[in-house]
């Protein structure tokens, strides 16, 4: 069931001093609140629906198609994924809060050297390697903002969530191997109530949704705050085709489709767009016009470019007693000490190890996609018995992981649908094949019977798009996610990121989103916007 409008204020369309959000999810959702709260008008764009807590669905294939973006993408490139899953590259959410509904909560900063790998890494043959325009410490007060924002556990006086077995098994074995940086992480997931929202009852289906709000999401932070100001509406089922621009080059509309198909301007005074790192520049690209031929704030060439999804892969390993990884936090279990900075491994950058679990339809589908056969068979038989890792590690940019429009498929308004390009950089492999050694080491000893690799699933951490450049020739925005060709229109997802780092992305996209909030405000009240 759609949760109740409970917007306290509708704006005009043909009202040009608002700020137009076209995404609700972590980068959105935030800024929309801090505007609101600045006073500043917003319209927030979403083209999913409005669901409560009481809609999600405590069973992941219902749940997924409840919640996951389902509109027709294509993939290209050696990468598994496009094997397995060739209209499914991404793991996103359609809906009002975004993907921050079906997120996990790791909540990790990037670590100082990760914002000049350019810089550190030196020039690596088929990597197109950027330093951000911004440094470590020009993010730590925002980042510290965030974490009490989100309240993130072991920041603050928050104390860390408990350990299920999944981390039990874990901790177990990499302590054995020597790990030192293991715990059951820096999550913003309560630990304790806070914020009005209960602390997490260990109930399992992070992913399918938080039933009683522990986890922190847009959903139930942000937006119902936002909102709150009367300074902010929120709009679901509204699908952005387009942003105008005017005859000085600035953002000046944007054309959605509404849930009953009609297509709607909304005028605008800035434009930020936090639409995912696949549709926000696919969206650019389908705004292209006579001044902009080959895309909106695209004469860099850099839109869609440099598309990452991190280095990710699962080990699976059973175990001789219940391990019954699917009760608890998910993902409530991280091992860091991977993450430094150390080329004698055979690769540059790094990964964490982090618990995940999936249920038993969803370890099914992507243990091993397309097997079949007694060892698959006696792999499920085994499911209460199983522990499970998810590596998440730094992959390199590449000019050509990119971003296309695929004007040969068609979505439902009849527009050319994203294509996601992506080949493994050699660093990707190396990196990839020394997690899969070091998280079967963690399983074998801590007792463990089977271990099973597992490839790449679907992303959900999808970066790099529009990334961030000092000069305009490298990038799409500058430091505050200010495009470069379009005063007025800014990137405000994880499309900014001009490198992936080791680390889950959401703290950083709440911390940017902050951070650019400020910026907004200013440029609006000097009238430079």
Known sequence: MAQENTNKVQFEKNDDS????????????????????????????EAGDWHTQTDFIADEWPSFTQLAWLDPRTTSGTWRVAKDFPTLPAWICKTVGGTTVHWAGASLRIQPHEFQIRTVYGDIPGANLLDWPITRADL???????EKKMGVTRTNGIPGLPGNNNFKVLYNGATKLGYKEVSTGRMAINSEPRDGRTHCYQRGFCFQGCRTGAKWSTLYTEIPKALATGKC??????????????????????????????LQRQRARVVALAANSIESPRLLLLSASAMFPDGLANSSGQVGRNYM??????????????????KGTTMAGIVGDEARLDPKRGFVGGYHMETISLGLPFYAAFLNPGAWGRAFANALDQYANTAGMWIVGEDMPRETNRVTLNDTTKDQFGLAV?????????????????????????????????????????????????????????????????????????????????????ENPTLTIVTLAIRQSRFIAEQMKQGAI
Not at 249 to 259: E, S
């Open 18 to 45: 608002v700020v137009v959000i076209i995404g609700s999810g972590a980068g959105g959702g935030t800024l929309a609140n801090e505007l609101a709260q600045q006073g500043i008008k917003v319209v927030l764009l």
């Open 233 to 262: 509406e929120v709009r679901a089922k509204a699908q952005v085709v387009r942003i105008e621009h005017d005859a000085q080059g600035k953002a000046a509309a944007v054309l959605y489709f509404d849930g009953e198909g009609n």
């Open 418 to 502: 994203p294509n996601v390009h992506y080949d493994d950089h050699p660093n990707d492999v190396a990196m990839r094949e020394h997690a899969f050694a070091q998280g079967t080491a963690v399983y074998q000893a801590a007792g463990a019977k089977d271990v099973y690799l597992v490839p790449p699933y679907p992303s959900t951490h999808n970066l790099g798009t529009c990334r961030m450049s000092d000069k305009p020739r490298d990038g799409v925005c500058n430091k505050f996610g200010q495009t470069h060709d379009v005063k007025n229109l800014f990137i405000s997802d994880g499309s900014q990121f001009t490198t992936g780092a080791a």
């Open 309 to 326: 999804r991190h280095l990710t892969a699962s080990v699976y390993a059973t175990f001789p007693n219940r391990v019954e990884m699917f």
């Open 140 to 146: 730590d007060p925002f980042y510290d903002l965030a």
